[in-house]
């Protein structure tokens, strides 16, 4: 079992930025495929970021430029830069862990962004 906490959302102006965290408990972070999904009201989740476990990293078309996710295995840490913060951004954003040796994956709870001047 993994549990996910995310954390770093808030309210933030246009052009801000923002830094998410989710801390993984377990001993198998490094071999899961972290990713940031995001949730705004009446919307389907949808896939923000993703990096492997050799730490390559695939974006959104809409965050490419802006977001930058990393991760820091020795801390069971996945974190999402989020910079230039857009009037479209804000959701609530959850950490997802897929472990392809199982096919399972787990979520965190989400933590809230919002963007408004």
């Known amino acids: 079992q993994v549990q996910l906490v995310e954390s770093g959302g808030g309210l933030v102006q246009p052009g801000g930025s923002l830094r998410l965290s989710c801390a993984a408990s377990g001993s198998s972070f490094n071999y899961a495929t972290m990713g940031w999904y995001r949730q705004a009201p009446g919307k389907q989740r949808e896939l923000v970021a993703t990096i492997y476990s050799l730490s390559s990293t695939n974006y959104a078309d809409s965050v490419k430029g802006r977001f930058t996710i990393s991760r820091d295995n020795a801390k069971n840490t996945v974190y999402l830069q989020m910079n230039s913060l857009k009037p479209e951004d804000p959701a609530v954003y959850f950490c997802?862990?897929?472990?392809?040796?199982?096919?399972?994956?787990?979520w965190g709870q989400g933590t809230q962004v919002t963007v408004s001047s």
């Open positions: 997802n862990a897929y472990f392809t040796s199982s096919g399972r994956d787990f």
